[in-house]
């Protein structure tokens, strides 16, 4: 049988006992919480945008979502998307995605993908800094509009020297003091990327 998701992008808060009456009631779904573990028919109270009781008793409020057969459960992440437009961002947000990241290889510059999805986007955004990005740059390659590097040349087959992996750990850092989550790379598209190169000295 297929489920269906009811999913919650605010905030859980502290419960307030004097909240009687709520913005937003959602009303008899499964409320599915990872963190806690709970798993049971319950009634939501929410005020402000944000989770103030998980109840099994029932909630008043100014506005009532009957979930009664659907799931309610916080908004699923993906690691792992490309190129998000505003379509394809209404079609995550309706399989409950309120999360997409660019974690694989990054993009090649962090602050000016922030600055395209700044007030254009319908759902939460954030990149890795490129590794393969970085390597072009210390190569001297040129980085083709897609991200990826050449299937054969300098920057995809050779390894690099030591004074390049410091030069590339310049640039990553300069990305990660930008916002990135995290360094991406996709080792399978730089195969001269030595051990060094992914775990370097200190």
């Known amino acids: 049988m297929k489920s269906f998701v009811l999913c919650l992008a605010v905030v859980l808060s502290p419960l307030s006992a004097l909240s009687q009456s709520y913005d937003v009631v959602i009303q008899g779904g499964r409320v599915i919480d990872p963190e806690t573990g709970l798993d049971a028919v319950r009634n939501v109270g929410i005020m402000q945008g944000k989770i103030k009781k998980i109840s099994a008793e029932t909630l008043e409020g100014k506005r009532v979502i009957s979930a009664k057969g659907l799931i309610v459960a916080p908004g699923f992440i993906d690691l792992h998307q490309h190129a998000v437009d505003l379509e394809t961002q209404r079609l995550k947000a309706l399989d409950g995605v309120t999360t997409a990241l660019e974690m694989e290889i990054g993009k090649p510059d962090v602050t000016a993908f922030l600055q395209s999805r700044d007030g ?13 990005a970085a390597r072009s740059l210390v190569f001297g390659t040129p980085l083709p509009a897609d991200g990826l590097l050449p299937k054969s040349g300098a920057a995809t087959d050779k390894p690099a020297s030591q004074e390049q992996i410091e030069s590339m750990k310049v640039r990553l850092r300069h990305e990660l003091d930008a916002g990135a989550l995290g360094v991406g790379m996709g080792i399978q598209y730089t195969p001269g990327t030595t051990r060094w190169e992914v775990i370097p000295r200190s």
């Open 120 to 132: 254009h986007s319908f759902i939460n955004y954030g990149t890795t800094a490129s590794h393969p």
